[in-house]
């Protein structure tokens, strides 16, 4: 089976798995378009992308930031409702009330838990509770909502990382691609140069055995290329579309970086931009905010409340010319005295959180320094390796081209210009590998910095 009905039968049983899971999600329909995109992987002009655009695309669908988003989302609903929880609340009661009469007055009850036979309730109440619990859950909830802004930062910077090295895996992979079918070509010229010089009896039939097991050799590695190139396409196309889709070409912008920041503007952007160590802080804030809620537990409670409106046997503002409009109202203090150590217990889980989130923000401080020095070095040696690189691939290229013409002449070996083939392919594939290391290490160290 060749590699193309290979890749064929691997898309089919991809595009099967998406649509059983979409039919499961969003119905028929669904299921039908995916099944109808089976054997139409270029229905039209396929969409080019940018780096930025692979971005923006990939933040929409991924699970982790959007589950990052989401948490953030949460938090600053659990913000809006503690603070809500410190201004008073309007509602509106309406009860009736039956009682059994005692069978002697018509609107006396037999029971006195109520005040007539017909009780009829229609007030507003406006509560408001006086606790030392508001305040700080509205602490905490603040500090919650700061360690969730963190958390979503560092969850879009993971995914600059992960979008860009399958952005330029890909790119390298055509590159790679393109490398192996000039390879090819190279090889296939070759075998025909050894041909011509071992009918003229110029070389043995060795060499040309040689030269016909360097090309086989050669479309072996265009077959592989091939696979890799497919297989970066695939992972790419799951980063970033909703529905799998394949119909896309990527913009290559590699090309020779320009210098590198200084290590102590690095430093800088490090110290004011680290979303770790912002998160670790407000972590710390939240745990403190929850050692001061566990302590409210021991503190009294009061509450108020002030009602208006009618509490009559009938349902009417006025009866017997009289009105039944009123207002009522009452204080209420609550205080803890005994409840089996739970309060306690609270306070004691509470201390746990903040001795951990103190040891958590010492460690995320020591890891920034260690990571932003590892880095920094590691973008250091991509970015003065391309160079050297590139020369090599230079050197190679033209190694090659003078290997051949001396073969030719009679003055190299079959040998020779083999081992100058496969060194101009590692080159050059080198070359790629290090400008894909070189935009990694920059989004690694973004992660700490922000943009550079």
């Not at 669908?61 to 989401?70: D, I, K, V």
């Not at 929880?85 to 609107?107: C, D, F, K």
């Not at 959180?353 to 920094?376: E, H, I, M, P, W």
Request: with cysteine.
């Amino acid at each position: 089976m060749s590699i193309h009905a290979c890749l064929d039968i691997e898309r089919i049983l991809l595009l099967f798995a998406v649509a059983s899971i979409s039919s499961v999600s969003f119905g028929q329909q669904t299921l039908d378009r995916n099944l109808s995109q089976i054997g139409q992987s270029n229905p039209g002009a396929p969409l080019t992308l940018t780096l930025q655009d692979a971005l923006q695309r990939a933040k929409s669908n991924n699970p982790q930031f959007q589950a990052a988003l989401t948490d953030l989302g949460l938090a600053k609903e659990d913000r809006v409702q503690s603070r809500a929880a410190l201004l008073p609340n309007v509602n509106y009661n309406m009860e009736y009330l039956y009682t059994q009469g005692n069978g002697l007055h018509s609107n006396q009850p037999i029971f006195i838990a109520n005040n007539a036979v017909h009780e009829y309730i229609a007030q507003g109440n406006v509560h408001q509770e006086f606790s030392p619990r508001v305040f700080a859950e509205d602490r905490r909830t603040g500090a919650a909502q700061a360690l969730a802004q963190a958390r979503a930062e560092v969850a879009a910077r993971g995914l600059v990382v992960t979008v860009v090295q399958a952005y330029y895996a890909h790119i390298v992979a055509q590159r790679k691609y393109g490398t192996t079918q000039e390879a090819v070509l190279e090889a296939e010229h070759f075998l025909e140069i050894s041909q011509k010089l071992e009918k003229g009896g110029e070389v043995a039939h060795s060499d040309v055995i040689k030269a016909q097991i360097q090309y086989q050799q050669r479309q072996r590695d265009l077959q592989e290329a091939q696979l890799e190139m497919s297989k970066s396409h695939l992972e790419l196309a799951v980063l970033l579309f909703p529905d799998f889709n394949e119909n896309f070409t990527v913009v290559d912008d590699l090309r020779l970086p320009p210098p590198i920041p200084t290590y102590e503007e690095v430093q800088a952007a490090a110290a004011q931009n680290n979303p770790d160590i912002r998160a670790a802080a407000a972590a710390l804030k939240e745990a403190s905010g929850e050692v001061a809620v566990a302590w409210t537990g021991l503190l009294p409670i009061i509450t108020a409340d002030y009602f208006y409106g009618i509490d009559a046997s009938r349902f009417a503002t006025r009866v017997d010319g009289l009105s039944t409009l009123g207002n009522s109202g009452f204080v209420a203090f609550q205080l803890p005295v005994w409840n089996w150590g739970a309060n306690r217990s609270h306070m004691k889980q509470a201390n746990l959180r903040r001795n951990l989130a103190r040891v958590q923000l010492s460690f995320a401080q020591r890891t920034l320094l260690a990571n932003l020095r590892g880095f920094y070095q590691e973008l250091q040696a991509a970015r003065s390796e391309l160079d050297l690189l590139s020369q090599s691939a230079q050197d190679a290229a033209e190694s090659l081209r003078l290997t051949t013409l001396r073969y030719q002449a009679g003055e190299s070996t079959v040998l020779e210009v083999v081992d100058a083939q496969n060194t101009l392919t590692a080159a050059r594939n080198a070359y790629d590998d290090g400008q894909v290391r070189y935009r990694v290490a920059q989004a690694n160290l973004q992660t700490l910095t922000g943009t550079l």
